[in-house]
């Protein structure tokens, strides 16, 4: 039993009793659980680890317009090209695929699973999506999704065009 | 949690502390208590789903240096989440809601309560039950930190006064005295 607090005069020792006995909830948290335990990170975590995704594949680029662009020669780059020159073709066209695509689209996705949120509310009979705004996640989601699209599309025209 | 042994928690910590998996037993073991904990303070279940999930990354990053003194790690656990929940208050700005605010809530539409009933909660949890322990909540949330705390683990959490020491950090007497003053505070705000 426990007290209506708008009937009862309360001293502290029934604030006491009535706090004891006001039923509380008892959520059910099985999926965040399950969810924590595969990935072990938290929405701030997810974003780290997008920044690495495609911090890589951003620094690659920046490095190949400076160096097209402006004409600044970087030993890297020099490196990168003639090391990536002697792998066979197959293996050289999933490297960058992985390094240049996935890695930002799994930078994307991260982000935006962390940023998104599925519930169904039987009482209600809705289905609801969620979508918390945290910039810095929506920065890397974006950026990701930006740099994926960049090279999708850079290696779409070589492919038509013709290109190495 | 079924086949978790408390008695043997000596010395799962000490394995835990090489072994993640071994860890995931301590995490099946304590989740539930620590996002229960957090989400009857804050009623939002995906901010208690990031602040128990930060509290256990955290753990599970420092549990090298945790040493075993007797005391069950869920009150590690507890403390790391205490200190996220208040990080959380202070980076909100944390003010307390106006009492205008809360008095308007005795005829709120109760589906404001709606994140209490989930469709696979078991405990039936009630709509009208929901709101009276929402309005709770709110008048708790109002009061200063360290009053908050001390009451949420004594009396949503049934911990005793020992346990709260340990989570805490402080004496006996000054958890008593806070739960005292605290409920003082409390009690004010009721009509």
């Known amino acids: 039993m426990h007290y209506n607090y708008k009937a009862v005069t309360m001293d502290k020792k029934k604030m006491a009793e009535y706090l004891e006995t006001i039923p509380k909830p008892a959520p059910d948290e099985a999926g965040g659980q399950e969810r924590l335990k595969i990935f072990l990170v938290t929405a701030r975590r997810s974003s780290r680890i997008g920044l690495l995704l495609i911090g890589l594949p951003a620094l690659l680029i920046s490095l190949f317009i400076l160096q097209t662009l402006l004409h600044i020669k970087i030993g890297f780059i020099r490196w990168l090209g003639e090391n990536a020159s002697s792998l066979p073709t197959l293996a050289r066209a999933v490297l960058i695929f992985v390094f240049l695509i996935g890695f930002p689209m799994i930078a994307m996705i991260l982000n935006l699973l962390s940023l998104s949120h599925f519930q169904y509310d039987r009482l209600r009979r809705e289905f609801r999506i969620t979508f918390r705004i945290r910039w810095w996640n929506i920065a890397i989601a974006l950026a990701g999704g930006a740099l994926a699209t960049f090279y999708i599309l850079h290696l779409l025209a070589d492919t038509l065009l013709g290109g190495e | ?191």
């Open chain 2, 1 to 191: 949690m079924p086949g978790y042994n408390f008695n043997n928690e000596e010395e799962l910590i000490g394995r835990a502390k090489n072994n993640p998996r071994i860890f995931g037993e301590l995490y099946d073991a304590y989740y539930p208590r620590i996002f229960g904990y957090v989400f009857r303070i804050t009623g939002d279940h995906d901010l208690a789903s990031d602040i128990t999930a930060e509290t256990f990354l955290k753990a599970w990053l420092k549990i090298g240096s945790f040493k075993w003194r007797g005391i069950s790690i869920s009150s590690w656990f507890f403390k790391i989440a205490t200190n996220e929940l208040n990080q959380y208050f202070r980076k909100k700005k944390y003010s307390p809601e106006v009492l205008r605010d809360l008095s308007g809530l005795d005829g709120e539409d109760p589906r404001g309560a709606s994140s209490y009933g989930n469709e696979d909660n078991t405990a039936a949890w009630k709509m009208d039950e929901a709101v009276e322990f929402m309005q709770l909540r709110q008048k708790l949330n109002t009061l200063p930190p360290k009053y908050r705390q001390v009451l949420a683990l004594r009396y949503f959490e049934e911990l005793s006064i020992a346990q709260i020491c340990q989570i805490l950090g402080k004496k006996e007497n000054t958890v008593k005295s806070l739960l005292s003053r605290g409920l003082d505070k409390l009690r004010n705000l009721f009509p």
